[in-house]
């Protein structure tokens, strides 16, 4: 079946720098994305949603220049966390649509950043 | 390792109908469960969360229970509309996220 590949799973880094998150889909080509954020004892919550080749949309209240996405690739999308602090320290998660109908849905195994 | 099941995988029913879909996981050793819905094309939309000390929620005419001893979840929806035509995810939060395959709902009108 296919498979979200999602690195690194856990990541623990300084306040001020910046982590990269990838996000890739193995034996398929996604043209659509979704980054999701979940904070401890709450719901996932979508950030945004990456589109192959064109800027990525942000839910209200997401930062789009802390939050870096690149989709460059049908395989490949990322998340750049700029400039860390305490606050970002999350799980973020990452989703693949299967289909041009967007009839499935992948997720990535989930990366756990800590920023200290 | 954390595995969730969900049946049926699809569902069809008329309009006004109560919808049930069912969840189970594999690992009692759970922090929450969550129920989701996703449109084709979207992102997932969060429906309800269910903490492991708690057996259930309640919204609008959505309930979730959760029986964590014996590894179960189930979403109802009462008096279904054609709006509610999604596929519904359920996860569970253990050291990681894991999901359910889904089931797709179809309401008739």
């Known amino acids: 079946g296919a498979v979200v590949s999602q690195h690194p799973s856990r990541v623990i880094c300084k306040s001020g720098t910046s982590v990269k998150i990838e996000c890739r889909s193995l034996d398929f080509q996604a043209t659509t994305m979704f980054w999701y954020r979940q904070f401890p004892k709450q719901s996932l919550m979508l950030m945004a949603t990456?589109?192959?080749?064109?800027?990525?949309?942000?839910e209200q209240g997401v930062e789009k220049d802390k939050f870096l996405i690149n989709h460059a690739s049908l395989t490949l999308s990322t998340l750049t966390v700029t400039s860390a602090h305490p606050e970002d320290s999350s799980f973020y998660i990452c989703?693949?649509?299967?289909?041009?109908?967007?009839?499935?849905?992948?997720f990535g195994s989930g990366t756990q950043l800590s920023v200290l | 390792k954390q595995e969730v099941t969900q049946i049926p995988a699809a569902l069809s029913v008329p309009e006004g109908e109560n919808l049930v879909l069912n969840c189970s996981f594999t690992d009692s050793a759970i922090y929450n469960l969550q129920w989701f819905r996703q449109d084709p094309g979207k992102g997932l939309t969060s429906l309800l969360l269910?903490?492991?000390?708690?057996r259930e929620q309640t919204s609008g005419r959505l309930n979730a229970s959760l029986d964590k001893s014996s590894g179960r979840s189930t979403l109802y929806i009462a008096a279904s509309q054609p709006g509610d035509s999604a596929t519904y995810l359920c996860a569970v939060t253990d050291y990681k996220l894991s999901f359910g395959a889904g089931t797709t709902v179809t309401v008739r009108a």
């Open positions: 990456s589109n192959e080749g064109s800027k990525a949309t942000y």
């Open positions: 989703s693949a649509i299967l289909g041009t109908g967007g009839e499935k849905l992948f």
């Open positions: 269910i903490q492991s000390s708690q």
